[in-house]
Protein backbone atom coordinates (compact mmCIF):
# COMPACT_ATOMS: atom_id res chain seq x y z
CA UNK A 1 0.00 0.00 0.00
CA UNK A 2 1.07 3.52 -0.52
CA UNK A 3 2.47 5.19 2.54
CA UNK A 4 1.88 8.92 0.42
CA UNK A 5 -1.40 9.58 3.22
CA UNK A 6 -0.07 7.56 6.26
CA UNK A 7 -0.03 10.33 9.07
CA UNK A 8 2.39 8.61 11.55
CA UNK A 9 5.20 11.23 12.07
CA UNK A 10 4.17 15.02 12.46
CA UNK A 11 0.58 14.79 11.54
CA UNK A 12 -0.25 12.52 14.24
CA UNK A 13 -0.01 14.96 16.80
CA UNK A 14 -2.39 17.31 14.11
CA UNK A 15 -5.06 14.46 13.98
CA UNK A 16 -4.86 13.18 17.60
CA UNK A 17 -6.26 16.38 17.94
CA UNK A 18 -8.67 17.26 15.36
CA UNK A 19 -11.34 14.12 14.73
CA UNK A 20 -12.07 16.07 11.26
CA UNK A 21 -8.61 16.40 9.92
CA UNK A 22 -8.34 12.61 10.73
CA UNK A 23 -11.17 11.60 8.98
CA UNK A 24 -10.65 13.41 6.10
CA UNK A 25 -7.03 12.06 5.88
CA UNK A 26 -8.21 8.88 6.27
CA UNK A 27 -11.19 9.26 3.64
CA UNK A 28 -8.45 10.13 1.37
CA UNK A 29 -6.20 7.21 2.55
CA UNK A 30 -9.13 4.37 1.45
CA UNK A 31 -9.60 6.21 -1.61
CA UNK A 32 -5.80 6.51 -2.57
CA UNK A 33 -5.26 2.71 -1.77
CA UNK A 34 -8.89 1.96 -2.77
CA UNK A 35 -7.76 -1.21 -4.64
CA UNK A 36 -5.90 -2.75 -2.09
CA UNK A 37 -8.71 -2.22 0.53
CA UNK A 38 -11.22 -4.48 -2.23
CA UNK A 39 -10.56 -7.77 -0.75
CA UNK A 40 -12.97 -6.31 1.98
CA UNK A 41 -15.29 -5.22 -0.43
CA UNK A 42 -18.38 -7.65 -1.56
CA UNK A 43 -19.20 -10.72 0.37
CA UNK A 44 -18.12 -11.37 3.31
CA UNK A 45 -16.77 -15.34 4.47
CA UNK A 46 -20.27 -16.85 6.35
CA UNK A 47 -18.89 -18.57 9.22
CA UNK A 48 -18.52 -17.14 12.31
CA UNK A 49 -14.29 -17.90 12.72
CA UNK A 50 -13.69 -17.14 9.25
CA UNK A 51 -15.24 -13.95 9.19
CA UNK A 52 -12.51 -12.88 12.59
CA UNK A 53 -10.18 -13.92 10.32
CA UNK A 54 -11.15 -11.81 7.74
CA UNK A 55 -12.13 -8.92 9.84
CA UNK A 56 -8.78 -8.67 12.41
CA UNK A 57 -6.99 -8.93 8.70
CA UNK A 58 -8.66 -5.61 8.07
CA UNK A 59 -7.51 -3.82 11.13
CA UNK A 60 -3.95 -5.12 10.31
CA UNK A 61 -4.32 -3.20 7.49
CA UNK A 62 -5.57 -0.27 8.43
CA UNK A 63 -3.06 -0.04 11.77
CA UNK A 64 0.00 -1.04 9.44
CA UNK A 65 -0.62 1.56 7.16
CA UNK A 66 -1.35 4.51 9.11
CA UNK A 67 -1.68 3.31 12.60
CA UNK A 68 -5.67 4.44 11.42
CA UNK A 69 -7.21 1.75 14.61
CA UNK A 70 -4.82 3.45 17.08
CA UNK A 71 -6.98 7.21 16.95
CA UNK A 72 -8.77 8.12 19.70
CA UNK A 73 -7.72 5.90 22.28
CA UNK A 74 -5.30 7.57 25.02
CA UNK A 75 -1.39 7.18 24.80
CA UNK A 76 0.31 4.62 25.00
CA UNK A 77 -1.34 2.51 23.38
CA UNK A 78 -3.52 4.78 21.18
CA UNK A 79 -2.42 7.81 19.52
CA UNK A 80 -4.38 10.02 21.40
CA UNK A 81 -7.97 11.78 20.57
CA UNK A 82 -11.49 10.90 22.02
CA UNK A 83 -14.46 8.91 20.42
CA UNK A 84 -15.26 11.32 17.47
CA UNK A 85 -11.93 10.03 15.98
CA UNK A 86 -13.32 6.32 16.36
CA UNK A 87 -16.22 6.73 15.48
CA UNK A 88 -15.09 8.49 12.26
CA UNK A 89 -13.02 5.62 11.56
CA UNK A 90 -16.20 3.41 11.53
CA UNK A 91 -17.71 6.33 9.80
CA UNK A 92 -14.95 6.12 6.88
CA UNK A 93 -15.14 2.79 6.90
CA UNK A 94 -19.14 2.22 5.92
CA UNK A 95 -18.64 5.38 3.00
CA UNK A 96 -16.29 3.35 1.59
CA UNK A 97 -18.10 0.17 1.06
CA UNK A 98 -16.07 -1.28 4.04
CA UNK A 99 -16.86 -3.72 6.55
CA UNK A 100 -16.67 -2.00 10.27
CA UNK A 101 -14.59 -5.14 11.96
CA UNK A 102 -16.75 -7.08 13.98
CA UNK A 103 -13.68 -6.93 16.31
CA UNK A 104 -14.47 -3.07 17.15
CA UNK A 105 -18.10 -4.04 18.60
CA UNK A 106 -16.32 -5.35 20.78
CA UNK A 107 -13.33 -3.23 21.61
CA UNK A 108 -15.83 0.07 21.92
CA UNK A 109 -17.77 -1.70 24.72
CA UNK A 110 -14.91 -3.47 26.84
CA UNK A 111 -11.84 -0.67 25.66
CA UNK A 112 -13.44 1.92 27.59
CA UNK A 113 -13.66 0.20 30.77
CA UNK A 114 -10.30 -0.74 30.57
CA UNK A 115 -9.01 2.25 29.98
CA UNK A 116 -10.73 4.23 32.18
CA UNK A 117 -10.05 2.09 35.33
CA UNK A 118 -7.32 0.03 34.23
CA UNK A 119 -4.72 2.23 32.63
CA UNK A 120 -1.38 0.00 33.29
CA UNK A 121 -3.60 -3.02 32.17
CA UNK A 122 -4.88 -0.96 29.04
CA UNK A 123 -1.08 -0.23 27.78
CA UNK A 124 -0.43 -3.59 27.80
CA UNK A 125 -3.24 -5.53 26.32
CA UNK A 126 -4.69 -2.88 24.23
CA UNK A 127 -1.93 -2.76 21.43
CA UNK A 128 -2.99 -6.60 20.31
CA UNK A 129 -6.41 -5.32 19.49
CA UNK A 130 -5.45 -2.44 17.54
CA UNK A 131 -3.61 -5.01 14.86
CA UNK A 132 -6.43 -7.43 15.18
CA UNK A 133 -3.71 -9.92 16.74
CA UNK A 134 -5.94 -10.71 19.52
CA UNK A 135 -10.03 -9.74 20.36
CA UNK A 136 -12.00 -10.31 23.89
CA UNK A 137 -15.16 -11.61 24.87
CA UNK A 138 -17.65 -9.44 27.12
CA UNK A 139 -18.75 -11.98 29.98
CA UNK A 140 -22.02 -11.01 31.83
CA UNK A 141 -24.91 -12.74 31.21
CA UNK A 142 -25.44 -16.15 33.02
CA UNK A 143 -28.26 -18.91 32.87
CA UNK A 144 -31.09 -17.07 35.11
CA UNK A 145 -29.02 -13.81 34.99
CA UNK A 146 -29.50 -11.51 31.87
CA UNK A 147 -32.19 -8.63 32.34
CA UNK A 148 -31.50 -8.96 36.03
CA UNK A 149 -27.58 -8.68 35.71
CA UNK A 150 -26.61 -8.57 39.48
CA UNK A 151 -28.12 -12.15 40.31
CA UNK A 152 -25.28 -13.34 38.70
CA UNK A 153 -23.58 -16.67 40.37
CA UNK A 154 -19.73 -16.63 38.80
CA UNK A 155 -17.51 -16.25 41.71
CA UNK A 156 -14.13 -15.40 42.49
CA UNK A 157 -12.60 -15.90 46.03
CA UNK A 158 -8.59 -14.45 46.52
CA UNK A 159 -5.98 -16.69 46.98
CA UNK A 160 -3.01 -15.13 47.54
CA UNK A 161 -2.15 -12.76 45.13
CA UNK A 162 -4.64 -14.09 43.20
CA UNK A 163 -8.55 -14.77 42.57
CA UNK A 164 -10.14 -18.06 41.80
CA UNK A 165 -13.03 -18.01 39.85
CA UNK A 166 -15.74 -20.62 39.52
CA UNK A 167 -18.87 -20.34 37.61
CA UNK A 168 -20.11 -20.50 33.64
CA UNK A 169 -21.17 -17.81 31.50
CA UNK A 170 -23.76 -17.83 28.71
CA UNK A 171 -24.23 -15.72 25.45
CA UNK A 172 -20.71 -14.77 24.85
CA UNK A 173 -20.45 -13.13 21.29
CA UNK A 174 -16.91 -13.81 20.21
CA UNK A 175 -16.67 -16.58 23.03
CA UNK A 176 -15.47 -19.08 20.94
CA UNK A 177 -12.52 -17.49 19.41
CA UNK A 178 -11.71 -14.17 21.86
CA UNK A 179 -8.33 -14.18 23.52
CA UNK A 180 -9.68 -12.54 26.75
CA UNK A 181 -12.83 -12.19 28.46
CA UNK A 182 -13.66 -9.10 30.29
CA UNK A 183 -16.17 -10.96 33.23
CA UNK A 184 -18.27 -9.51 35.96
CA UNK A 185 -18.21 -11.80 38.67
CA UNK A 186 -19.11 -12.41 42.21
CA UNK A 187 -16.82 -11.33 44.92
CA UNK A 188 -19.33 -10.49 47.57
CA UNK A 189 -22.11 -12.66 48.74
CA UNK A 190 -25.24 -12.95 46.43
CA UNK A 191 -27.93 -11.19 48.61
CA UNK A 192 -24.97 -8.12 48.16
CA UNK A 193 -26.52 -7.85 44.59
CA UNK A 194 -24.73 -5.60 42.68
CA UNK A 195 -22.74 -4.23 45.46
CA UNK A 196 -20.63 -7.85 45.34
CA UNK A 197 -19.33 -8.07 41.90
CA UNK A 198 -15.81 -7.30 40.45
CA UNK A 199 -14.87 -6.93 36.54
CA UNK A 200 -12.16 -9.28 36.05
CA UNK A 201 -9.51 -9.84 32.83
CA UNK A 202 -9.41 -13.55 32.24
CA UNK A 203 -7.01 -15.11 29.66
CA UNK A 204 -9.02 -17.60 27.31
CA UNK A 205 -6.14 -19.86 27.77
CA UNK A 206 -5.93 -19.78 31.18
CA UNK A 207 -6.21 -23.35 32.80
CA UNK A 208 -9.99 -23.92 33.43
CA UNK A 209 -11.44 -21.88 30.86
CA UNK A 210 -13.29 -24.55 28.24
CA UNK A 211 -16.12 -23.24 25.68
CA UNK A 212 -18.96 -24.10 24.11
CA UNK A 213 -19.83 -22.79 21.06
CA UNK A 214 -23.84 -22.20 20.47
CA UNK A 215 -25.45 -22.17 17.50
CA UNK A 216 -28.31 -19.63 17.24
CA UNK A 217 -31.28 -19.85 14.52
CA UNK A 218 -29.42 -19.09 11.42
CA UNK A 219 -27.33 -22.14 12.27
CA UNK A 220 -24.36 -19.70 13.11
CA UNK A 221 -22.11 -20.10 15.74
CA UNK A 222 -22.33 -16.68 16.85
CA UNK A 223 -21.97 -17.18 20.86
CA UNK A 224 -20.60 -19.21 22.87
CA UNK A 225 -20.86 -20.63 26.97
CA UNK A 226 -17.95 -20.21 28.42
CA UNK A 227 -17.35 -21.92 31.55
CA UNK A 228 -14.81 -21.15 34.62
CA UNK A 229 -12.97 -24.28 36.69
CA UNK A 230 -11.08 -23.05 39.24
CA UNK A 231 -9.43 -20.92 37.15
CA UNK A 232 -6.48 -18.21 38.93
CA UNK A 233 -6.48 -15.04 37.79
CA UNK A 234 -3.91 -12.56 39.37
CA UNK A 235 -5.03 -9.66 41.04
CA UNK A 236 -3.77 -7.04 38.52
CA UNK A 237 -6.53 -8.20 36.16
CA UNK A 238 -9.22 -6.45 38.31
CA UNK A 239 -10.09 -3.62 36.16
CA UNK A 240 -11.69 -1.20 39.25
CA UNK A 241 -11.63 -1.98 42.60
CA UNK A 242 -12.93 -5.45 44.02
CA UNK A 243 -16.66 -5.16 44.95
CA UNK A 244 -17.03 -2.23 42.94
CA UNK A 245 -17.66 -4.14 39.33
CA UNK A 246 -21.40 -2.48 39.42
CA UNK A 247 -20.42 1.11 38.49
CA UNK A 248 -17.53 -0.43 35.92
CA UNK A 249 -20.48 -2.05 34.71
CA UNK A 250 -22.73 0.96 33.95
CA UNK A 251 -19.64 3.24 32.61
CA UNK A 252 -19.46 0.35 30.29
CA UNK A 253 -22.76 0.17 29.25
CA UNK A 254 -23.08 3.92 27.96
CA UNK A 255 -20.64 2.88 25.00
CA UNK A 256 -22.03 -0.23 24.87
CA UNK A 257 -25.08 0.90 23.64
CA UNK A 258 -24.19 3.65 22.23
CA UNK A 259 -21.11 3.28 20.01
CA UNK A 260 -22.39 -0.05 18.74
CA UNK A 261 -25.28 2.18 17.68
CA UNK A 262 -22.82 4.20 15.40
CA UNK A 263 -21.92 1.75 14.12
CA UNK A 264 -24.75 -0.22 13.29
CA UNK A 265 -26.33 2.77 11.83
CA UNK A 266 -23.27 3.07 9.48
CA UNK A 267 -23.45 -0.46 8.40
CA UNK A 268 -27.17 -0.09 8.05
CA UNK A 269 -27.01 3.40 5.48
CA UNK A 270 -24.33 1.46 3.69
CA UNK A 271 -26.80 -2.13 3.10
CA UNK A 272 -29.39 0.02 2.72
CA UNK A 273 -27.33 1.63 -0.28
CA UNK A 274 -26.79 -2.09 -1.62
CA UNK A 275 -30.36 -2.83 -1.61
CA UNK A 276 -31.69 0.32 -3.00
CA UNK A 277 -28.92 -1.00 -5.72
CA UNK A 278 -29.76 -4.24 -6.22
CA UNK A 279 -33.58 -3.24 -6.28
CA UNK A 280 -33.08 -0.85 -9.05
CA UNK A 281 -30.61 -2.84 -11.09
CA UNK A 282 -33.38 -6.01 -10.83
CA UNK A 283 -35.74 -4.78 -13.59
CA UNK A 284 -38.43 -6.92 -11.88
CA UNK A 285 -41.65 -5.67 -10.10
CA UNK A 286 -41.43 -4.00 -6.32
CA UNK A 287 -43.92 -5.03 -3.96
CA UNK A 288 -46.28 -2.61 -2.81
CA UNK A 289 -45.19 -0.30 -0.69
CA UNK A 290 -41.56 -1.20 -1.01
CA UNK A 291 -40.19 2.38 -1.85
CA UNK A 292 -42.14 4.04 1.00
CA UNK A 293 -40.50 1.68 2.99
CA UNK A 294 -37.10 2.59 1.68
CA UNK A 295 -37.68 5.38 2.61
CA UNK A 296 -38.86 5.26 6.31
CA UNK A 297 -35.71 3.08 6.83
CA UNK A 298 -33.60 5.73 5.56
CA UNK A 299 -35.25 8.56 7.80
CA UNK A 300 -34.75 5.69 10.95
CA UNK A 301 -30.93 5.37 10.14
CA UNK A 302 -30.80 9.34 9.88
CA UNK A 303 -32.51 9.69 13.18
CA UNK A 304 -30.47 6.50 14.80
CA UNK A 305 -27.36 8.91 13.31
CA UNK A 306 -28.45 11.82 14.87
CA UNK A 307 -29.20 10.71 18.15
CA UNK A 308 -26.10 9.26 17.93
CA UNK A 309 -23.98 11.47 17.22
CA UNK A 310 -25.19 14.19 19.90
CA UNK A 311 -24.23 10.86 22.22
CA UNK A 312 -20.53 10.94 21.03
CA UNK A 313 -19.97 14.22 21.39
CA UNK A 314 -21.41 14.45 25.21
CA UNK A 315 -19.06 11.17 25.53
CA UNK A 316 -15.95 13.22 23.75
CA UNK A 317 -16.67 15.83 26.08
CA UNK A 318 -16.61 13.18 29.23
CA UNK A 319 -20.10 13.81 30.43
CA UNK A 320 -21.66 10.83 31.76
CA UNK A 321 -24.62 9.30 29.08
CA UNK A 322 -25.91 6.77 31.73
CA UNK A 323 -29.52 5.65 31.31
CA UNK A 324 -29.46 8.13 28.31
CA UNK A 325 -28.08 5.72 26.04
CA UNK A 326 -31.03 3.28 26.43
CA UNK A 327 -32.64 5.59 23.52
CA UNK A 328 -29.88 5.00 21.20
CA UNK A 329 -30.39 1.16 21.93
CA UNK A 330 -33.85 1.27 21.36
CA UNK A 331 -33.30 3.65 17.89
CA UNK A 332 -30.92 0.77 17.04
CA UNK A 333 -33.19 -1.88 16.84
CA UNK A 334 -35.98 -0.09 15.25
CA UNK A 335 -33.10 0.40 12.47
CA UNK A 336 -31.76 -3.26 12.57
CA UNK A 337 -35.62 -4.96 12.48
CA UNK A 338 -37.04 -2.44 10.04
CA UNK A 339 -33.87 -2.71 7.69
CA UNK A 340 -33.78 -6.39 7.21
CA UNK A 341 -37.58 -6.89 7.40
CA UNK A 342 -37.52 -4.79 4.15
CA UNK A 343 -34.70 -6.90 2.87
CA UNK A 344 -37.02 -10.11 3.83
CA UNK A 345 -39.91 -8.47 1.64
CA UNK A 346 -38.14 -6.52 -1.40
CA UNK A 347 -36.28 -9.72 -2.08
CA UNK A 348 -38.87 -12.19 -1.80
CA UNK A 349 -38.43 -15.56 -3.20
CA UNK A 350 -34.37 -14.75 -3.83
CA UNK A 351 -34.45 -14.09 0.34
CA UNK A 352 -36.08 -17.40 1.27
CA UNK A 353 -35.07 -20.08 -1.37
CA UNK A 354 -30.96 -18.96 -2.33
CA UNK A 355 -29.10 -22.33 -1.94
CA UNK A 356 -25.94 -21.19 0.58
CA UNK A 357 -23.92 -23.31 -1.98
CA UNK A 358 -24.47 -21.08 -5.07
CA UNK A 359 -22.39 -18.78 -6.35
CA UNK A 360 -24.40 -16.43 -7.56
CA UNK A 361 -27.22 -16.32 -4.83
CA UNK A 362 -24.40 -14.54 -2.00
CA UNK A 363 -26.28 -11.42 -1.99
CA UNK A 364 -29.48 -13.22 -0.95
CA UNK A 365 -27.65 -15.51 1.65
CA UNK A 366 -25.94 -12.72 3.06
CA UNK A 367 -29.20 -10.79 3.80
CA UNK A 368 -30.62 -13.81 5.51
CA UNK A 369 -27.79 -14.63 7.93
CA UNK A 370 -28.18 -10.74 8.43
CA UNK A 371 -32.48 -10.94 8.69
CA UNK A 372 -31.74 -14.07 11.13
CA UNK A 373 -29.15 -11.79 13.43
CA UNK A 374 -30.82 -8.69 12.96
CA UNK A 375 -33.57 -10.91 15.41
CA UNK A 376 -31.16 -10.54 18.99
CA UNK A 377 -31.06 -6.58 18.37
CA UNK A 378 -33.95 -6.28 20.76
CA UNK A 379 -32.48 -8.57 23.18
CA UNK A 380 -28.69 -8.29 22.95
CA UNK A 381 -27.03 -5.74 25.13
CA UNK A 382 -29.91 -5.48 26.98
CA UNK A 383 -33.57 -6.55 25.78
CA UNK A 384 -35.42 -3.40 24.19
CA UNK A 385 -38.30 -4.23 27.49
CA UNK A 386 -35.62 -3.68 30.06
CA UNK A 387 -34.17 0.06 28.40
CA UNK A 388 -38.01 0.94 27.96
CA UNK A 389 -38.07 0.54 32.19
CA UNK A 390 -34.67 2.29 32.29
CA UNK A 391 -36.09 4.97 30.46
CA UNK A 392 -39.63 5.31 32.20
CA UNK A 393 -37.32 5.11 36.03
CA UNK A 394 -34.46 6.88 35.77
CA UNK A 395 -34.49 9.33 33.03
CA UNK A 396 -38.13 10.02 33.17
CA UNK A 397 -38.19 9.48 36.80
CA UNK A 398 -42.09 8.17 36.35
CA UNK A 399 -43.55 6.36 39.37
CA UNK A 400 -43.10 2.09 40.05
CA UNK A 401 -45.79 0.70 38.21
CA UNK A 402 -47.04 -1.04 41.65
CA UNK A 403 -47.64 2.61 43.36
CA UNK A 404 -49.80 3.97 39.94
C1 LIG B 1 -26.78 -12.50 19.69
C2 LIG B 1 -26.56 -12.23 21.15
C3 LIG B 1 -25.30 -11.85 21.59
C4 LIG B 1 -25.07 -11.63 22.94
N1 LIG B 1 -23.81 -11.31 23.35
C5 LIG B 1 -23.55 -11.21 24.68
C6 LIG B 1 -22.22 -10.99 25.14
O1 LIG B 1 -21.27 -10.85 24.35
N2 LIG B 1 -21.99 -10.95 26.46
C7 LIG B 1 -23.02 -11.09 27.37
O2 LIG B 1 -22.74 -11.02 28.57
N3 LIG B 1 -24.29 -11.30 26.97
C8 LIG B 1 -24.58 -11.36 25.66
N4 LIG B 1 -25.86 -11.59 25.23
C9 LIG B 1 -26.90 -11.80 26.23
C10 LIG B 1 -27.89 -10.64 26.36
O3 LIG B 1 -27.28 -9.55 27.02
C11 LIG B 1 -29.09 -11.18 27.13
O4 LIG B 1 -29.71 -12.15 26.30
C12 LIG B 1 -30.07 -10.10 27.50
O5 LIG B 1 -29.55 -9.23 28.47
C13 LIG B 1 -31.38 -10.71 28.03
O6 LIG B 1 -31.13 -11.62 29.05
P1 LIG B 1 -31.73 -13.10 28.99
O7 LIG B 1 -31.40 -13.72 27.68
O8 LIG B 1 -31.30 -13.81 30.23
O9 LIG B 1 -33.31 -12.92 28.99
P2 LIG B 1 -34.22 -12.65 30.26
O10 LIG B 1 -33.58 -11.66 31.14
O11 LIG B 1 -34.61 -13.97 30.86
O12 LIG B 1 -35.49 -11.98 29.57
C14 LIG B 1 -36.46 -12.78 28.88
C15 LIG B 1 -37.58 -11.83 28.43
O13 LIG B 1 -38.17 -11.22 29.60
C16 LIG B 1 -38.15 -9.80 29.48
N5 LIG B 1 -37.85 -9.21 30.79
C17 LIG B 1 -36.92 -9.61 31.70
N6 LIG B 1 -36.94 -8.81 32.76
C18 LIG B 1 -37.87 -7.86 32.53
C19 LIG B 1 -38.34 -6.73 33.26
N7 LIG B 1 -37.83 -6.41 34.46
N8 LIG B 1 -39.31 -5.98 32.70
C20 LIG B 1 -39.85 -6.28 31.49
N9 LIG B 1 -39.44 -7.35 30.75
C21 LIG B 1 -38.47 -8.12 31.26
C22 LIG B 1 -37.01 -9.49 28.52
O14 LIG B 1 -37.24 -8.27 27.86
C23 LIG B 1 -37.07 -10.68 27.56
O15 LIG B 1 -38.05 -10.42 26.57
C24 LIG B 1 -26.13 -11.78 23.88
C25 LIG B 1 -27.40 -12.15 23.43
C26 LIG B 1 -27.63 -12.38 22.09
C27 LIG B 1 -28.99 -12.78 21.65
Known sequence: MSTSTAPLGPRAAELAVDPVAYALALREHLADNSADYDRWRGHEPMTVAERNDHHAA??????????????????????????????ALYDELSSAGLPVPDQCLVLETLGNPVVHFAPSLAAEVMPALFTGAQWWGQGFSEPEAGSDLAALRCRARRDGDHYVVSGQKLWMSFGATAHRFVCLVRTGTPEARHRGLTMLMI????????????????GQEEVSEV????????LSRAIGA????????????????????????????????DLRGRLASSGTPLPDGTTGRLGSTYADIVTLRSRSA???????????????ASVDKILLATVETGLHDLA?????ADFLLADPQDPHALDSTAWRAEWWYSRSSTILGGSAEVQRTILADHVLGLPQESSR
Open 58 to 87: LLRALHDDGGWTRYGWPEPAGLGGDPRHRA
Open 203 to 218: DADAPGVSRRPVALAS
Open 227 to 234: FFDDVRVP
Open 242 to 273: QDQGWAVAMYLLQFERSMFAWQSAGIALRRLR
Open 310 to 324: ATIRRLAAGDTVGPE
Open 344 to 348: RDALG
